[in-house]
T-cell receptor, first 118, second 116 residues
Framework: GAVVSQHPSRVICKSGTSVKIECRSL??????MFWYRQFPKQSLMLMAT?????????EQGVEKDKFLINHASLTLSTLTVTSAHPEDSSFYIC??????????????FGPGTRLTVL | AQKITQTQPGMFVQEKEAVTLDCTYD???????LFWYKQPSSGEMIFLIY??????QNATEGRYSLNFQKARKSANLVISASQLGDSAMYFC?????????????FGQGTILTVHP
């Protein structure tokens, strides 16, 4: 099956710093990537949808200046949490969709990144 | 708008028995897809099974089967012969064809615990 990697898997940072999380599709071209946030024992909350070469579409209530998303190529999307604060601590998961292949039009998820802001 | 409802916050099952995880959905789109994902404690989301709204037969993948009842708008996951490794959180999700870029709508999730 398709593989999506995420880096780093775990990051601890000080309040006020920025953190960048990478999401890569390893064996397919991801026409669309999604970024989710998840709190313990809760569902995934979609933060934004990004398409290669265009600006991300943010869900209502998500601060676009706080969570910067870049989708510069068909295999890489990045989420930057700017000026992180303790309330940004969460599990962040990306997923990638191979829109070129309708027969397998499934979202493939990365392993997630656990962010802890001190 | 699409909505997915999972009414079982937690379920318990004995090893080797079958278990059904409930999922109901609501959408006005005539064409949609239904998914089940497993999320173990490690956090990764593992795709289990997919059912298209126009599929005539219920989807099956190994020990997983999807009991699709279109008129009742339900898409329950059946796990046969439960194993200890099945203990995880399970999410039902829906993608409407009209949804922007294939966006998924997730249910609240069900935590399944398999007892030896």
């Amino acid at each position: 099956g398709a593989v999506v990697s995420q880096h780093p898997s775990r990051v601890i940072c000080k309040s006020g710093t920025s953190v960048k999380i990478e999401c890569r599709s390893l064996d397919f071209q991801a026409t669309t990537m999604f970024w989710y946030r998840q709190f313990p024992k809760q569902s995934l909350m979609l933060m934004a949808t990004s398409n290669e070469g265009s600006k991300a579409t943010y869900e209502q209530g998500v601060e676009k200046d706080k969570f910067l998303i870049n989708h510069a190529s068909l295999t890489l999307s990045t989420l930057t949490v700017t000026s992180a604060h303790p309330e940004d601590s969460s599990f962040y998961i990306c997923s990638a969709r191979d829109g070129y292949n309708p027969s397998t039009d499934t979202q493939y998820f990365g392993p997630g990144t656990r962010l802890t802001v001190l | 708008a699409q909505k997915i409802t999972q009414t079982q916050p937690g379920m318990f099952v004995q090893e080797k028995e079958a278990v059904t995880l409930d999922c109901t959905y609501d959408t006005s789109d005539p064409s949609y897809g239904l998914f089940w994902y497993k999320q173990p404690s490690s956090g990764e989301m593992i795709f289990l099974i997919y059912q298209g709204s126009y599929d005539q037969q219920n989807a099956t993948e190994g020990r997983y089967s999807l009991n699709f009842q279109k008129a009742r708008k339900s898409a329950n996951l059946v796990i046969s012969a439960s194993q200890l490794g099945d203990s995880a959180m399970y999410f039902c999700a829906m993608r409407a064809v009209e949804a922007s870029y294939g966006k998924l709508t997730f249910g609240q999730g069900t935590i399944l615990t398999v007892h030896p």
